[in-house]
Structures are given as structure tokens and as C-alpha cells.
């Protein structure tokens, strides 16, 4: 039987009706990753480790929740012993001496990390190809990229390879590639995961979250990544729900915000035209739609490009060559060792955001820049607590088209930047927010983008859930209708 | 933004940017400071700063020694070091 496109649930079924061995199921696992080697998704397989632990599985039985479950962990989080990139030279020979928080609530769960994902250097991109380990392909078209930064993760769950990957946000490094790629993904609340053994970026944004075939899949892995960290002093010390508790509730009367400011009309007419699809049916689902005003939301991108890079710049000093990772050949003194290493083991992109980084927080631009974008980040924060007053969801596109080709943004980063218009906000905001498939633009995937007031997770997940058991975007495949 | 500004901010940032990609990375940075300027129309005049959506201080705990001492697992991933100690370069002769 094949598992290749199954869900966790699927597949905990199949499990647990012994209709497949654990070591069967990560055998297969690792035929359908050689099989689409050609999507580049993986930077470091973890084959040996995974079939030991299903073979563990098989002789005693599994506790965990999501016991024998394949999961596909971006190369951002430092797992134990198992070399952890972030997509970068910088990091091409570090082996992590400990694994994240995240990494070990899921492997305490059950799930078996089958390997480490393909993602943007540092998870700076939109697109993937600004990885050191080379593009990753959307399993939707030969030269599409998947979206990023965790577009390795995304496109090994669209191609079936795996039923679920961690992934993490920024400024909609989950929800983008979620979208542009056909599956389920969702940012949660700022602090609702813990930040310990994430490689950082910015830290004030970065969260991790579960990408998955479905929304319930979804619930099933937040239910696990979940947990208050003393390690982290931003993780969140409040009740943790059942995530899958409320899913099948039904949405009658739930209010959903459409943002009065985001202008669709810029949009292809195909994805206005699905969007428009998505809220008749959740208006036959019950729901009802309520204009909202975001005066500030125009800011978000230019805001996000002040604060994003100044905590690059700052958490990316940490890279000199001494400690760690990376150091360049004969320095011929120490200021020497830092220039070259840092010259080297990073790529442009990320040169170019701790450049800008260091311009908005150097003396004299620091109140300009640095001091004025945060407090813009308040009033878009507080144009959110408005706006949560009236409605319990907010409802956009999650990105501006499908998929595009690679290199077809060309080198204006301005360009690519946009691309996370719509899922900006939500970091900013530390609102939770997921990305569901919503139709088909010239065979590629949207998704559609949900936004939660803060830790109201469960909402979110309830929304889509309701939608994906009324629709099938979501079980369409690359190879073709799933049956 | 000028080339002059470009080195200064690289050497803050100690990365150095080869002959052939400065002018880009020049024009690129400018292109982005232009672009993150319209955040100057927004009134701004008594508006907090807001650093981080929690707006929380730091949880306290009580200070208990919880790790263990994993010295030579630390340095053993270094690029340079002894039993002691990460290697540099030396820096006073």
C-alpha cells in the first residue's frame, strides 16, 4: 500500500491497523526522497538514525502521539548530531551538540526527523533560491520555485514525500510556500513555540509552526510543538488547548474581517476570482463578512524592512569563525578572520540585509529608522486590537499570484519583498496565521490566508478545517486528484 | 547613500564587498532606504515603541545551576582550539 500523499491521520491508521510495519513506512519514505531527488528539498537525510527508531517501534510499542510519523525538520533548528546548515556555507560543517525545544517535543511524540529541508540562507527569500545548497523545485512545474524561506519543507509535503515538516515565519516563510505549493501551513501565536535551538533571525518576529497536507494534521503537530520553555524568555507560560478539540465544531456566525485597505484589484482576476469563490462558501458554511479598516497596513512591508534587518545585523554578529561553523583559510590577524569568514560564508542577500541592518541602527539613523518603524509597529498592532473588537478572523489571499519561475523577479529585491505583503502583518502584529489551498491558478496552487486574534490557534484551525472537509483543494497533487 | 557610507557600514558589519559588486549593492541599499522612507509621512509623535508583540519583561527564575559543564563538546566544534581554549590569531604581540 502506498503512503506516499497520506496524512498523519491516514497514516496513523494504517500504523495502527498494522496494515504497515513503522520500518515499511520509513523504508518507503526514503525511496519516495530518492525518488524526487530532482527537487533538491533535503540538505542532510538522517536514514540510518530513522530506521533504527522504526525498528524500535516495530519491537516495543510507540507512546507518543504521532508514534513512527516521518517529519521533515527545516535546516533551522539544531538537532542533535545531525548537521544543521540554515542553508548556509557559514554552517556547511556544523553538527549542533543539542537539538530545539521543538525538534525534541516532537521527537518525544514519536515523530521520526527523516532528514533536514532546503530553505532560503538564514531564511532570508521568498523563493528558495538564495540557499547555498542550490534551488529547490515546486513539485507543481519543473522551474517554479516553492516559495520561501521553508520551501524545502513545503514541497516535500506537496510531493507527498512526507505527511508533515516544521517550518518557521518571519514575515511568512510558512504561509507562503504553504501557498504557493498547495498544502496546509500555519504561523502561530509570537512565543506559543519556543525559540531555543532555532537558529535566529529576527527575533522579535521568528516563530515555528507545523506545514501539512491538512489542517487537522496541522492541529495534530501544534498539539506536540507546543510546550513553555524556560529556556526562552519570549515563551508563552499559558494553557496549552487541544488544538483538534474544536475542529469539527461547525462556523455558524463566525465573523470574518475583509481588510477594507488591501487592494485586490492589483491581483490576477483568476485569484480574486478564487478568493471570491472562498468566501461564498464560507458564507454557505455560516459565516458572516465584515469590512474592516487596517489604516497602517500599507506600512507593514516598509516597516518589516527596518526591523527585520536590524535584528539580522545584530543576531548574525554571532558568525565570526571562532567559536563554530565556518572559518576562512590563513587570516593574517584576527580583524582579518572576521571579514573574510563573514565575506565568505554569507551570501548576498544576507550581506545585503545586515548591511541594512547596521545603516538603521547606526548613531544617527537609529531614531529615523530603527526607532520609527517600531513605532509604526504599534499602530499597526493597534489597528489589529481594533479591528479583533468586531470580527473573530481576519481573510486575504495568503500571496499576490501562484507560483513564478525562478529568476523571474529578477535582482530587484524591492520585488521580492513584496511577494510577502499579505503575510507581513501577522509577525508584526504576533498574530497567529495559517494558509489553506483555495484553488487552482493555470494548474498551480493559491492558498488563502487566515488570521487569528492572539492565541486563538484554535479558531484559525476550525475555520479550515470547516472549509477543507466541504472542498478537495487540498487533496489535489501534483500527479492528479487524490482518491 | 554613497560608496563612502557603503564602506563604512561594511566595516561595521565586517564584511568586505569585492570592486565588481559595489555598485550594485550600493544601488540596491538605496533603492531599499528610499523605499523604507514612507514610514517619515506616518505621525508618529507620542507613539511607544513597540519591540516585541509579548511586551512582557523577562520571566524570573531562581538562579540554579542547570547545565552541565560540556566543555570539550564546545570546543571540539570549533575550527581552532586546544583543551582550553578557541584559537585566534594573535592579537597583542
Not at chain 1, 545531525?82 to 516532537?106: D, E, H
Request: glycine residues 6%; proline residues 4%; negative net charge.
Amino acid at each position: 500500500m502506498s503512503v506516499q500523499y497520506k496524512s498523519i491521520k491516514e497514516l496513523k491508521n494504517m500504523l495502527n491497523n498494522r496494515d504497515i510495519s513503522h520500518t515499511e513506512l520509513i523504508q518507503e519514505t526514503f525511496l519516495n526522497i530518492k525518488n524526487n531527488s530532482k527537487l533538491n528539498a533535503f540538505i542532510t537525510l538522517n536514514e540510518e538514525e530513522s530506521l533504527k527508531k522504526a525498528n524500535n517501534l516495530d519491537n516495543i510499542a510507540g507512546s507518543g502521539s504521532l508514534a513512527g510519523i516521518p517529519i521533515a525538520q527545516k535546516d533551522l533548528f539544531c538537532t542533535k548530531d545531525l548537521k544543521t546548515t540554515c542553508g548556509s556555507n557559514m554552517l556547511s560543517n556544523f553538527i549542533p551538540p543539542y537539538s530545539a525545544t521543538v525538534i525534541k517535543n516532537l521527537e518525544n511524540a514519536g515523530c521520526i526527523s527523516v532528514g533536514k529541508t532546503n530553505m532560503d540562507e538564514f531564511a532570508m527569500g521568498s523563493s528558495n533560491e538564495t540557499s547555498f545548497y542550490g534551488n529547490v523545485q515546486n513539485p507543481w512545474g519543473e522551474n517554479l520555485v516553492p516559495g520561501g524561506s521553508s520551501g524545502g519543507s513545503a514541497a516535500a509535503v506537496a510531493a507527498g514525500i512526507v505527511p508533515a515538516a516544521s517550518g518557521t515565519d518571519t514575515g511568512g516563510s510558512i504561509r507562503q510556500p504553504a501557498s504557493l505549493c498547495g498544502i496546509s501551513g500555519l504561523k502561530p501565536t509570537y512565543g506559543r513555540i519556543s525559540r531555543w535551538g532555532m537558529i535566529a533571525f529576527a527575533s522579535s518576529l521568528d516563530q515555528a509552526g507545523p506545514m501539512a497536507r491538512t489542517a487537522e494534521d496541522c492541529a495534530l503537530l501544534l498539539n506536540e510543538m507546543c510546550s513553555h520553555d524556560e529556556k526562552d524568555t519570549t515563551s508563552i507560560d499559558e494553557a496549552i488547548p487541544d488544538f483538534t478539540e474544536n475542529l469539527n465544531s461547525s462556523i455558524q456566525g463566525l465573523k470574518i474581517g475583509l481588510v477594507k485597505e488591501f487592494d485586490l484589484s492589483k491581483l490576477d482576476n483568476d485569484v480574486v476570482q478564487i478568493f471570491e469563490e472562498s468566501k461564498k462558501h464560507y458564507e454557505s458554511l455560516g459565516a458572516e463578512f465584515i469590512e474592516i479598516s487596517l489604516p497602517n497596513i500599507s506600512l507593514s512591508v516598509p516597516t518589516y524592512y527596518v526591523v527585520a534587518p536590524a535584528e539580522c545585523s545584530s543576531n548574525l554578529s554571532r558568525f565570526d569563525g571562532v567559536k563554530f561553523g565556518k572559518r576562512c583559510d590563513n587570516p593574517k590577524d584576527l580583524e582579518e578572520l572576521y571579514i573574510k569568514t563573514r565575506s565568505e560564508g554569507f551570501g548576498d542577500e544576507v550581506k545585503r540585509r545586515i548591511l541594512i541592518g547596521s545603516y538603521v541602527l547606526s548613531a544617527g539613523f537609529y531614531d529615523a529608522y530603527y526607532k520609527k518603524a517600531q513605532q509604526v509597529r504599534r499602530l499597526i498592532k493597534n489597528d489589529f486590537d481594533s479591528a479583533f473588537k468586531n470580527v473573530d478572523i481576519i481573510m486575504s489571499p495568503t500571496t499576490r499570484g501562484a507560483a513564478f519561475e525562478a529568476g523571474s523577479k529578477g535582482d530587484d529585491p524591492i520585488q521580492m519583498y513584496l511577494e510577502d505583503l499579505f503575510t507581513i502583518p501577522a509577525n508584526l502584529a504576533g498574530l497567529p496565521a495559517m494558509s489553506i489551498p483555495n484553488g487552482m491558478v493555470d494548474n498551480k496552487p493559491i492558498g488563502l490566508q487566515l488570521i487569528g486574534n492572539f492565541l486563538d490557534e484554535s479558531r484559525l484551525l476550525q475555520a479550515a478545517h470547516n472549509f477543507q472537509i466541504s472542498t478537495d483543494w487540498h487533496l489535489k497533487t501534483p500527479s492528479g486528484s487524490k482518491s | 547613500m554613497d560608496k563612502k557610507t557603503v564602506s563604512t557600514i561594511a566595516y561595521l558589519s565586517r564584511l568586505s564587498l569585492y570592486g565588481e559588486n559595489e555598485d550594485k549593492i550600493t544601488k540596491d541599499l538605496e533603492n531599499i532606504i528610499k523605499f523604507v522612507d514612507q514610514l517619515d509621512q506616518v505621525d508618529t509623535e507620542n507613539i511607544e515603541p513597540l519591540a516585541s508583540p509579548l511586551e512582557k519583561t523577562a520571566k524570573t527564575r531562581t538562579d540554579n545551576i542547570t547545565a552541565k559543564n560540556r566543555k570539550e563538546v564546545f570546543l571540539e566544534r570549533s575550527p581552532k582550539s586546544n583543551d582550553d581554549y578557541f584559537l585566534v590569531p594573535r592579537v597583542v604581540e
